[in-house]
Structure formats: structure tokens, C-alpha cells
């Protein structure tokens, strides 16, 4: 197929984020069980990478830079995306443009961001009800998304790539709603696939979902999910 006429990049490598300073603190809320919030006192965006989290992105984009060229590099506008963003560039022989992209950002929870389940519960009981009863996929809170309302801005950036970057290689860094999204839309699941992946597995962090356009089917198959090690 020549190139003209191929409608996606020929990568399109997406990753999650390092460890953050919020999946720490969520991670304890939920090992103590009594702890209602874990927010930090910070907007979820202005949340920064552990020193953790920025030896995974750094070892990250040593692994990225053996195996792909990339034409661009896409972060989700949240800080610990940018600085994951950054740590892999600084490997990479060849540096792309980075563009911060807010459709990749991360899901908005609204009244319930930085709330355990618990402090929904207890501040929320209403909305906590409502949230049991619509699903995890199709539930609103107030201010904040639904998964499908994730879809509907993730749909509108794979357009841009159809548009501007047939033939090239992408790297989109973004989180882990985000990462199920793209696979939602790209392998056309509905909501039980998305539900059945999201029980199974945690998209980790700094793993690797990594697709790659295939010329007979024409389309972008998908080549690992939630790799923390590449193939070379």
C-alpha cells in the first residue's frame, strides 16, 4: 500500500505515566480502608511524578529509543504526563516535537476527585447510589466524565492522526482511562470488553500499549498491551 493512500500512523506507541505522587496515596488509602480522601490538597493536573516514577520514565525512554524514530511525541497536559514526557525525550537520539494535547488528558472525576470509595459514600451518599446503580462505564459525577465522554475527545484526536500523520511514528503519554479508551475505540469494543479488561488488569505505570499499521487489513493491529518490557 502506498503511503498516500494509508490512513493511519505506522506506530502508534501509547504509554501511561510514571508513578505519581496520588497513586501512592491511593494505593495507601485503599491498604488502611479508613482513610477517605486521598487528593493531597492539589488539582489532580498539578500532580508530579514520585522519584520512582521518574526512574521508570527515564529507563522508559532508554527502551523506546532501541526500538522506534518517532516523527512526535503527544502528553496529556497534566504534570506527571509532561515529566514522563520529558524523561523519555532526554533518551531519544533523534528528539521530536513534544505537543501537549488536553484530549488525551485524564478522566475528570468532578465532585468525587480525590475521594475513595468510602468518601464518596460518606459525602456523597446520593451520588454514590447513583454510581452503583448507572455502572463504572456510563456514570457522570457531577463536574466530572463519563468513559464515554473520555471516547468522544480520544475519537477526535485519532481523526488529527488520520489527518496529519499517516505514515509516521506516534507516542502519546497519557494515563490509564485514557490507555483502555484508545483501545476501546481502536478494536471497537463496547462496554463489556472494556469492563472485562479494566477487572483483569491495571494499566501500570510507564507500560507500553503499542499498535502498528497493518497493510493488508489496512488498519492499526495491535502489537502488546501494558508492556513494562520491550521485545527487541
Known amino acids: ?20 505522587d496520588r497513586n501512592v496515596a491511593k494505593e495507601r488509602a485503599r491498604e ?24 521508570q520514565a527515564a529507563d522508559l525512554g532508554k527502551r523506546l529509543a532501541h526500538k522506534y524514530k518517532f516523527d512526535v511525541v503527544f502528553s496529556s497536559p497534566y504534570l506527571r504526563a509532561h515529566q514522563t514526557s520529558e524523561q ?9 516535537p513534544l505537543v501537549l494535547e488536553e484530549r488525551v488528558r485524564e478522566l475528570e472525576f468532578g465532585i468525587t476527585d480525590g475521594l475513595t470509595g468510602n468518601g464518596i459514600k460518606e459525602k ?49 503519554v497519557c494515563h490509564s482511562v485514557v490507555v483502555l479508551i484508545f483501545r476501546r475505540l481502536l478494536e471497537r469494543w463496547g462496554e463489556h470488553e472494556y469492563l472485562k479488561l479494566d477487572r483483569e488488569q491495571d494499566v501500570l505505570n510507564c507500560s507500553v500499549t503499542a499498535y502498528r499499521f497493518d497493510s493488508v487489513s489496512a488498519k492499526l493491529v495491535l502489537d502488546y498491551f501494558n508492556a ?5
Open 32 to 55: 488502611n480502608g479508613t482513610s477517605a480522601s486521598f487528593g493531597l490538597g492539589l488539582r489532580d493536573m498539578d500532580t508530579r511524578l514520585t522519584p520512582r516514577g521518574f526512574q
Open 228 to 232: 513494562v518490557t520491550l521485545v527487541q
Open 88 to 96: 523519555v525525550l532526554a533518551a531519544l537520539k533523534k528528539k521530536p
Open 1 to 20: 500500500m502506498k503511503r498516500a493512500d494509508q490512513k493511519w500512523p505506522s506506530h502508534l506507541v501509547i504509554v501511561r505515566h510514571g508513578e505519581s
Open 124 to 172: 456523597y451518599p446520593e451520588e454514590y447510589g447513583r454510581r452503583e446503580r448507572e455502572g463504572k462505564y456510563w456514570y457522570r459525577p457531577p463536574g466530572g466524565e463519563s468513559r464515554p465522554d473520555v471516547a468522544l475527545r480520544v475519537q477526535s484526536f485519532l481523526g488529527t492522526l488520520t489527518r496529519d500523520y499517516r505514515g509516521k511514528s506516534v507516542l502519546v
